[in-house]
C-alpha cells in the first residue's frame, strides 16, 4: 500500500534551516510527482511545492520562493524540502503528498517551529 513517512522538522531559530524529506513506498515513484504542504494552527493547509516525476520541473508557492527548494532522489524514493531564512510565520505542520490511482494519499506529517 501507498505509504508517506515525513521526517527532519523540529524546533529552529528564525533565519535558520532545515531539511525535511519524505521517504515514499507502496507506488512506482519515479513515474509521480510528488508535493509539500503545510498546515499552520488554526488556518488551512496550503501548497509549499510541487516536482515533477524527473525533478526537472518544479513550482515553489510565491510567499516561499527563494527560501523553499523541493527536490527528489529517485534512486531512494525521496522528496525533499530545503527550507532557509525561515520564519516564525512558517511554523507549521509539513506534509507530503501524491496521487495514485485517482487518491490522495498523506503523511503523518512532522512539525516545524520556527521560534527564538
Known amino acids: 500500500q501507498v505509504q508517506l513517512v515525513e521526517s527532519g522538522g523540529g524546533l529552529v531559530q528564525p533565519g535558520g534551516s532545515l531539511r525535511l524529506s519524505c521517504v515514499a513506498s507502496?507506488?512506482?515513484?519515479?513515474?509521480?510527482?510528488m508535493s509539500w504542504y503545510r498546515q499552520a494552527p488554526g488556518k488551512e493547509r496550503e501548497l509549499v511545492a510541487v516536482?515533477?516525476?524527473?525533478?526537472?520541473?518544479?513550482n515553489t508557492a510565491d510567499s516561499m520562493k527563494g527560501r523553499f527548494t523541493i527536490s527528489r532522489d529517485n534512486a531512494k524514493n525521496t522528496v525533499y524540502l530545503q527550507m532557509n531564512s525561515l520564519k516564525p510565520e512558517d511554523t507549521a505542520v509539513y506534509y507530503c503528498r501524491v496521487l495514485v490511482a485517482g487518491y490522495y494519499y498523506w503523511g503523518q506529517g512532522t512539525q516545524v517551529t520556527v521560534s527564538s
Open positions: 516536482i515533477g516525476s524527473s525533478g526537472r520541473s518544479t
Open positions: 507502496g507506488f512506482t515513484f519515479s513515474t509521480y510527482a
